[in-house]
């Protein structure tokens, strides 16, 4: 399925290594804080909307399987 979600995305040397669906703009926000707390130099994190395709896992939670586009 396709939505528009928001995730915190963590960059390592401008690669995107891990990526978190958050329920709003300001949850992001604040785990971006949390997690910039303990940054190192080749770090980077941002809250992004866009739209995604998700999947289903098996314990009913969703997680992103694919960009389709930033905004």
């Known amino acids: 399925m396709i939505e528009v979600v ?12 891990e990526h ?5 703009m300001s949850a992001c926000l604040k785990g971006k ?7 190192s130099n080749n770090i980077e994190y941002k809250c992004i909307k866009t739209k995604a395709e998700l ?4 314990d009913g939670s969703k997680s992103i399987k694919k960009i389709i586009i930033s905004k």
């Open 6 to 17: 928001i995730a915190l995305f963590m960059f390592v040397n401008h690669e995107i290594k």
């Open 55 to 58: 999947e289903s896992n098996i």
């Open 33 to 39: 804080r949390i997690a910039e707390r303990q940054i």
């Open 20 to 24: 978190r669906l958050q329920p709003s």
